[in-house]
């Protein structure tokens, strides 16, 4: 098995050397010396690989990478409004979640919810901006807060009207919309792409948009982003309008009012899939009065007021060939079955989760077994049942590891909510474990952390198999020189990744947070971590013992972060290893103070509390809107607090006792409108 791995290891490493050069030579020279079919051969075999092996960690969907990111020839330009990604509902209750906590949010709001729905194309994102009707600005989507400058590229498609003859168009009006390749359109070229979305996205990323003019590229608008002055009522007028306009829209497309109306229209759109001549994934629903849409607003990475609901997973029989063990970046522990190639859904699998220990012993998955495999929401693979009229009478039950692939031993924790022992076995060692340090490394360069082009998932396991990297702060030190001599790299793209770095060595408090990877503390965790202590300086606070005894008591009042987040934050900084990594990161980095949302907002400076029910909002809104005018919202009150808002519903009598002891004003639900002006 050695001279196999090792031999497999040699040929993957080849066909990566070659297919850097190979992007070197298309992207940069613009001079290739394959045909695409070639280099596409070459890349299918990658992707083999890596969904084959263990030791090929995973880094995403490769076949539709086409050669390299596009920002070596296009010029960046901020988004005027960040481009968020959707949520995803995968079945009725999923979608009834969905709609609970948009009426929750919304607690006053009687009158009946519509929601649009739209068919989700696979295809490539694009924004146009056009000032006065005429066609100014087109990017791409990049990394959701800046895109590259592709008008002349976008302009070639004839959907998308380079004029709007029109009266009361607004001065401003962003209009979003999915790039695509039609199914037969696509037959003429499938011998140079992969897919269809492959074609669109390499067509896109062409350097002389003469060439982009050749290729049947189509745009289908679905949504907007700065409109200014907004006339738009409704997604459903939106739409309209803009189809008026000379935009093609979706004809797919229906407002419904219930479940039972998403259901219906979602099976009957599932039903036409195959038929139509465009690849869809699934419906998005938004809510379609706009004013709505605004109130409900966005979290950190999606909107509240729209959902991508996928379309049922397609199942395929495989047969378990062995059980892998990975380890991720919080020392999770999960076992993965590799399983005979099969196709589901037109992709190769052969990789499936299988999630945790518990979920191996009640299913009863053994090596050997017959499995069904789905793909849910058509990304990840995981396995559905065992067919165990199939299984051989040798079979042995599958004994989950005790230890991590460090060697040390696993612990199941108990959930300080429940407590009850969680079902994922972890490795609790941080940065003493190598597996984990290496995932840690993953997730700082990542798109919502660091966010550094040039240092992908890949690129991580190389250097960090040539022992150039091992914690964060080797990524702000790198060795450029003898990165150069490795095979793949040259002056240019040694240059782009020296700018990448230096980009992100400077960083705002609440991302940096985020990034060194604490368990427990997403994006909006961070956001609230970082509002409470506002600079680095009072965060490295969290090192000393003593100090942070009673900083986690302060953090324990805010709204939003309860004992989960502190006892992860505890044992995070408990660590004497993970420490002495953090602070060697911020010796390397310029970290900014949390940018305040609204400093010379109504409640700039001030903390609030809510209690009892409010009759025109839920709290959750009240919560936002506190926020989005400077406030800072706690969960417990004590001295620090400076406003408590009583709602008319129910209030908790203790605590307004308490307060007026403290001599905190209180506001009444009343008030509390008057301060908004509602």
Same mark, same amino acid.
């Given at each position: 098995?050695?001279?196999?791995?090792?031999?497999?290891?040699?040929?993957?490493?080849?066909?990566?050397?070659?297919?850097?050069?190979?992007?070197?030579?298309?992207?940069?020279?613009?001079?290739?010396?394959?045909?695409?079919?070639?280099?596409?051969?070459?890349?299918?075999?990658?992707?083999?690989?890596?969904?084959?092996?263990?030791?090929?960690?995973?880094?995403?969907?490769?076949?539709?990478?086409?050669?390299?990111?596009?920002?070596?020839?296009?010029?960046?330009?901020?988004?005027?409004?960040?481009?968020?990604?959707?949520?995803?509902?995968?079945?009725?209750?999923?979608?009834?979640?969905?709609?609970?906590?948009?009426?929750?949010?919304?607690?006053?709001?009687?009158?009946?919810?519509?929601?649009?729905?739209?068919?989700?194309?696979?295809?490539?994102?694009?924004?146009?901006?056009?000032?006065?009707?005429?066609?100014?600005?087109?990017?791409?989507?990049?990394?959701?807060?800046?895109?590259?400058?592709?008008?002349?590229?976008?302009?070639?498609?004839?959907?998308?009207?380079?004029?709007?003859?029109?009266?009361?168009?607004?001065?401003?009006?962003?209009?979003?919309?999915?790039?695509?390749?039609?199914?037969?359109?696509?037959?003429?070229?499938?011998?140079?792409?992969?897919?269809?979305?492959?074609?669109?996205?390499?067509?896109?990323?062409?350097?002389?948009?003469?060439?982009?003019?050749?290729?049947?590229?189509?745009?289908?608008?679905?949504?907007?982003?700065?409109?200014?002055?907004?006339?738009?009522?409704?997604?459903?007028?939106?739409?309209?309008?803009?189809?008026?306009?000379?935009?093609?829209?979706?004809?797919?497309?229906?407002?419904?009012?219930?479940?039972?109306?998403?259901?219906?229209?979602?099976?009957?759109?599932?039903?036409?899939?195959?038929?139509?001549?465009?690849?869809?994934?699934?419906?998005?629903?938004?809510?379609?009065?706009?004013?709505?849409?605004?109130?409900?607003?966005?979290?950190?990475?999606?909107?509240?007021?729209?959902?991508?609901?996928?379309?049922?997973?397609?199942?395929?029989?495989?047969?378990?060939?062995?059980?892998?063990?990975?380890?991720?970046?919080?020392?999770?522990?999960?076992?993965?079955?590799?399983?005979?190639?099969?196709?589901?859904?037109?992709?190769?699998?052969?990789?499936?989760?299988?999630?945790?220990?518990?979920?191996?012993?009640?299913?009863?998955?053994?090596?050997?077994?017959?499995?069904?495999?789905?793909?849910?929401?058509?990304?990840?693979?995981?396995?559905?049942?065992?067919?165990?009229?199939?299984?051989?009478?040798?079979?042995?039950?599958?004994?989950?590891?005790?230890?991590?692939?460090?060697?040390?031993?696993?612990?199941?924790?108990?959930?300080?909510?429940?407590?009850?022992?969680?079902?994922?076995?972890?490795?609790?060692?941080?940065?003493?474990?190598?597996?984990?340090?290496?995932?840690?490394?993953?997730?700082?360069?990542?798109?919502?952390?660091?966010?550094?082009?040039?240092?992908?998932?890949?690129?991580?396991?190389?250097?960090?198999?040539?022992?150039?990297?091992?914690?964060?702060?080797?990524?702000?030190?790198?060795?450029? #020189?003898?990165?150069?001599?490795?095979?793949?790299? =040259?002056? $240019?793209? /040694?240059? @782009?990744? *020296?700018?990448?770095? !230096? &980009?992100?060595?400077?960083?705002?408090?609440?991302?940096?947070?985020?990034?060194?990877?604490?368990?427990?503390?997403?994006?909006?965790?961070?956001?609230?971590?970082?509002?409470?202590?506002?600079?680095?300086?009072?965060?490295?606070?969290?090192?000393?013992?003593?100090?942070?005894?009673?900083?986690?008591?302060?953090?324990?009042?805010?709204?939003?972060?309860?004992?989960?987040?502190?006892?992860?934050?505890?044992?995070?900084?408990?660590?004497?290893? #993970?420490?002495?990594?953090?602070?060697?990161?911020? =010796?390397? $980095?310029? /970290?900014? @103070?949390? *940018?305040?949302?609204? !400093? &010379?907002?109504?409640?700039?400076?001030?903390?609030?509390?809510?209690?009892?029910?409010?009759?025109?909002?839920?709290?959750?809104?009240?919560?936002?809107?506190?926020?989005?005018?400077?406030?800072?919202?706690?969960?417990?009150?004590?001295?620090?607090?400076?406003?408590?808002?009583?709602?008319?519903?129910?209030?908790?009598?203790?605590?307004?006792?308490?307060?007026?002891?403290?001599?905190?004003?209180?506001?009444?639900?009343?008030?509390?409108?008057?301060?908004?002006?509602?």
């Amino acid at each position: 098995m050695n001279k196999e791995k090792n031999n497999l290891i040699k040929e993957y490493e080849k066909k990566i050397k070659l297919i850097k050069k190979y992007n070197r030579q298309y992207y940069e020279k613009d001079s290739p010396s394959i045909t695409d079919s070639e280099y596409d051969k070459i890349k299918e075999r990658l992707v083999f690989l890596e969904n084959e092996y263990k030791f090929f960690k995973k880094k995403g969907s490769v076949q539709n990478i086409v050669g390299s990111p596009p920002s070596k020839k296009f010029k960046k330009i901020k988004h005027k409004k960040a481009m968020l990604s959707l949520s995803n509902a995968f079945g009725k209750e999923d979608m009834n979640d969905f709609l609970k906590k948009i009426k929750n949010f919304l607690k006053s709001y009687d009158s009946t919810i519509d929601f649009f729905s739209e068919p989700k194309i696979d295809g490539i994102s694009a924004t146009l901006i056009y000032e006065n009707g005429l066609l100014k600005t087109g990017l791409s989507r990049g990394d959701g807060e800046t895109g590259e400058d592709i008008l002349n590229n976008l302009k070639t498609i004839s959907q998308i009207p380079k004029k709007i003859d029109a009266k009361q168009i607004p001065k401003i009006l962003e209009i979003r919309g999915e790039v695509y390749i039609g199914k037969k359109d696509f037959e003429t070229l499938k011998e140079n792409f992969a897919n269809p979305r492959n074609a669109a996205g390499g067509s896109l990323r062409q350097k002389f948009s003469e060439e982009t003019a050749k290729i049947p590229l189509q745009f289908f608008a679905h949504g907007f982003g700065i409109v200014e002055p907004m006339i738009f009522k409704t997604q459903s007028e939106f739409l309209e309008k803009i189809n008026q306009w000379g935009f093609s829209t979706n004809p797919h497309s229906k407002l419904v009012k219930n479940l039972n109306e998403i259901e219906n229209h979602h099976k009957k759109i599932e039903s036409l899939r195959a038929s139509l001549d465009y690849d869809i994934d699934g419906l998005v629903y938004k809510v379609n009065n706009i004013e709505l849409q605004s109130r409900l607003g966005n979290t950190s990475s999606s909107p509240r007021w729209a959902t991508a609901y996928k379309f049922s997973s397609e199942k395929a029989t495989t047969k378990i060939k062995d059980i892998a063990i990975q380890v991720g970046r919080t020392g999770a522990i999960t076992p993965v079955a590799k399983v005979q190639p099969v196709t589901v859904g037109g992709v190769v699998v052969s990789n499936a989760t299988l999630h945790n220990e518990d979920e191996i012993n009640r299913k009863d998955i053994r090596i050997g077994d017959t499995v069904v495999i789905q793909r849910a929401g058509d990304v990840i693979p995981q396995v559905v049942s065992v067919d165990k009229t199939k299984r051989d009478t040798s079979s042995k039950k599958y004994i989950f590891p005790e230890k991590c692939l460090c060697g040390y031993k696993t612990r199941k924790e108990i959930n300080v909510v429940t407590k009850k022992e969680d079902a994922v076995r972890r490795c609790l060692r941080g940065y003493d474990c190598d597996y984990t340090a290496k995932e840690k490394l993953k997730h700082i360069v990542s798109k919502e952390a660091f966010n550094i082009d040039g240092l992908g998932k890949k690129v991580i396991e190389q250097l960090w198999n040539l022992k150039i990297i091992k914690f964060p702060a080797d990524i702000f030190n790198l060795d450029y #020189n003898q990165i150069l001599k490795l095979e793949g790299w =040259g002056s $240019l793209s /040694i240059q @782009n990744l *020296k700018n990448a770095v !230096k &980009k992100a060595s400077s960083i705002f408090l609440d991302k940096f947070i985020y990034s060194v990877g604490i368990r427990h503390i997403g994006q909006e965790n961070a956001k609230i971590i970082g509002n409470f202590f506002i600079s680095i300086d009072n965060f490295s606070n969290l090192f000393n013992p003593l100090k942070r005894e009673k900083l986690l008591n302060n953090l324990n009042e805010l709204d939003g972060i309860g004992n989960t987040q502190i006892l992860s934050i505890n044992n995070f900084f408990a660590n004497q290893k #993970n420490v002495e990594v953090i602070k060697a990161l911020i =010796g390397v $980095l310029q /970290i900014k @103070n949390f *940018k305040i949302i609204n !400093k &010379k907002g109504k409640f700039s400076s001030k903390s609030l509390m809510f209690t009892g029910g409010f009759e025109k909002m839920s709290r959750s809104e009240a919560k936002s809107l506190a926020e989005e005018h400077g406030g800072k919202v706690l969960g417990n009150i004590s001295k620090k607090l400076d406003i408590l808002v009583v709602g008319n519903v129910k209030p908790t009598k203790k605590k307004i006792e308490k307060a007026k002891g403290l001599k905190i004003k209180i506001v009444s639900e009343e008030e509390w409108y008057d301060f908004l002006n509602i």
